[in-house]
């Protein structure tokens, strides 16, 4: 039985794509079978995997016109992967729709990425509502997690936005994402961050591992490896 995690908020630009990417590469590369499918509009996830080499991740995109269709495309997709994948990442679209909604209904982790600003937090609870309809439906499921993207350990706003975030009832992370070059450049050179191993990648690569093993206590088998741990 997988683990579904989806990466969900109703804003675009946050960094939901550069998680996906990312926490799905370095799942595979720790010798995990994982599928992730790409049902933002942008097609970011996809179109950044597909210069990555050599990873074993399944990638799908979600097909479908209407809402309605793109929902069930992705409920099907998740059902028939569950039995035969370790984990299923889904990058949906920044932008409230029923797609969104049943990715959460079917996940067991939803990720929710923003930037320390008022614009992201002013939204947030559009995503936050959806979350919190799925967890009274199936007994807290699923665990939900704030992760403040493209800030810095020091940075005052960055303070403020997780005293805001108490409100939310949704635990935020303790491990960030800092503000690194090497983030920024990661889809330009077709590379991930997870993979660096050289003296100013590796901290940016421990620090993503610190992030996913936080997201996914509980699912990670104790018995297989961690990439970069």
Known sequence: MSCVISLVNTKGGVGKSFLSVHLA??????GHKVALLDADDQKTASKW??????HAVEVTVLEGGSEEAKAEN????INERKDSFDFVVVDT???AGLSTSAAVIKSDVACIPLQPSAADLWPIENALST???SQEARGGQPKAFLVLNQTDDSDVLARDVRDLAE????????????????YRDAPGLRMVATRLTDKRG???AD???????ELLDGFLPVNKKVANG
Do not use: C
């Open 49 to 54: 995997l597909s210069g990555v080499a050599e």
């Open 25 to 30: 590469v370095w799942l595979a590369d720790a």
């Open 93 to 95: 679209k920044g932008a």
């Open 202 to 204: 590796k901290p940016a």
């Open 74 to 77: 992705l409920r099907k997709f």
């Open 167 to 182: 409100q939310f009832g949704v635990p935020m992370t303790k491990t960030n994402i800092k503000r690194l070059r090497a």
């Open 207 to 213: 620090r993503l591992a610190d992030l996913f093993i």
């Open 131 to 133: 979350v919190r309809l």
